[in-house]
């Protein structure tokens, strides 16, 4: 019996460890995977990108509303010195510029309804300061949604989009 | 030799238990269902209040990541699952079902409906929601059939829909509801009207 003790706690040491390992790397695992697969998908780095409307021939990603119009900014502020300037333009209805970390964290949320909304976007331990939020993480994603619950605000909001800026700056 | 072998065969299988607990205690492992988590449930409609937040176990950490990617906080938006109608059975695209309600706790909501698959079926019927902005003041009610019902005025399409579920959004949410969401919000009904005969 005495000879099982040491196997048997090395198994029960490694359980532990794996399950922590899973559920410690999970999340950023699960986001990487998800900016590769915009990156594939055509979401540019540093720039919004707006895929088609959200009709059941056009659907890349699960539970995607078909009354909403999205844009997508991937970012990496990985380079020293380096900043994101950010830019939503006016859209008289709910509009919001919603912001995920490498973690998949919403780190912070700006509503917009019926204004345009500048910010920068700083690297994770930049000082905080006005106008600007600090990403906790070097590299994220940046959604903008706009209410278009018809295929004429679809359209608008497609034209309104001319306007949103997600720029890398020194 | 054997205790080297005693070692290795203890550590992978703990190894691989200890992973597969996790990916099942989060939610993480293929075919897991939003319905078998959340925190909140209103007359059936459930949701993760979780959910684009900075939880603090490990646990829903990871399973919001996989769940909830790229939702929003619920200061912004929450999410609200259903799959079943007031009797307690699941949705088909065989039956048709009237969603009814009344003013929702929030500056814009909607209804869509999807499929087992959490897609939009697969129909150009041009009918995959129903929100705010079609059902003004008050009470309101849609339709949920497969074809669009005779004078029907709001119609949600479920054709190719197999067996679904529904997905209320409640944008710019009322801070009752984050607070006291059964005291919040009166929850959709969903009354099923008639049913095809089995093949």
Redo the contacts between chains.
């Keep these: 019996m005495r000879r099982w003790i040491g196997p048997l706690a090395a198994a029960l040491g490694c359980a532990a460890a794996a399950h922590a390992a899973a559920l410690h790397f999970a999340p950023a695992l699960i986001m990487d995977r998800a900016i590769a697969a915009l990156a594939e998908r055509g979401v540019a780095l540093h720039a919004f990108t707006a895929p088609q409307r959200v009709t059941p021939q056009a659907q890349s990603v699960v539970r995607s509303s078909p009354d909403l119009f999205y844009a997508l900014c991937r970012y990496d502020l990985s380079e020293k010195g380096m900043t994101l300037a950010v830019r939503i333009a006016a859209w008289p209805d709910y509009q919001s510029l919603s912001f995920f970390d490498a973690r998949t964290d919403n780190f912070a949320t700006v509503r917009g309804t019926g204004k345009a909304v500048t910010l920068r976007l700083l690297a994770p331990g930049s000082a905080p300061s006005r106008g600007a939020i600090v990403s906790p993480t070097a590299k994220g994603v940046i959604l903008i949604r706009r209410l278009a619950p018809s295929a004429d605000r679809y359209a608008a909001a497609a034209t309104a989009s001319v306007g949103d800026a997600c720029q890398l700056e020194p | 030799m054997r ?1 080297v072998f ?2 290795l ?11 597969g ?3 099942a205690m ?1 939610g ?1 492992l293929p075919g897991a269902s939003t319905m078998a988590f959340g925190d909140v449930d209103v007359g059936g409609w459930r949701s993760d209040f979780a959910i ?3 939880a603090a176990d ?2 829903t ?2 399973r ?3 769940h ?6 619920k ?2 938006a929450v ?1 609200f699952t259903r799959a079943t109608d007031d009797a307690g059975a699941p949705l088909r695209e065989a039956c048709s079902y009237r969603l009814s309600g009344g003013a929702m706790p929030a ?2 909501w ?1 209804v ?1 409906l ?1 499929d087992a ?8 019927d041009g009918a ?2 129903f ?1 705010a ?2 059902a003004g003041e008050g009470a309101w009610e849609a339709l949920i059939a497969p074809t669009r019902p005779q004078g029907a005025e709001h119609w949600i399409s479920s054709r190719n829909a197999g067996t679904f579920d529904l ?1 209320l ?1 409640l ?2 949410p009322d801070s009752a509801l984050l607070t006291d969401p059964n005291g919040a919000l009166k929850a959709p009904r969903i009354e099923q009207l008639s049913c095809e005969p089995a093949a």
């Design positions: 205790r005693a070692y065969a203890a550590a992978l299988v703990g190894c691989g238990f200890g992973l607990s996790a990916l989060a993480l684009g937040s900075r490990p646990y950490r990871a919001v990541a996989r909830g990617l790229l939702a929003l906080a200061s912004e999410y500056g814009w909607s869509t999807y698959a959490s897609m939009l079926p697969a129909n150009t995959l929601s929100d902005s079609r997905t959004r944008y710019m």
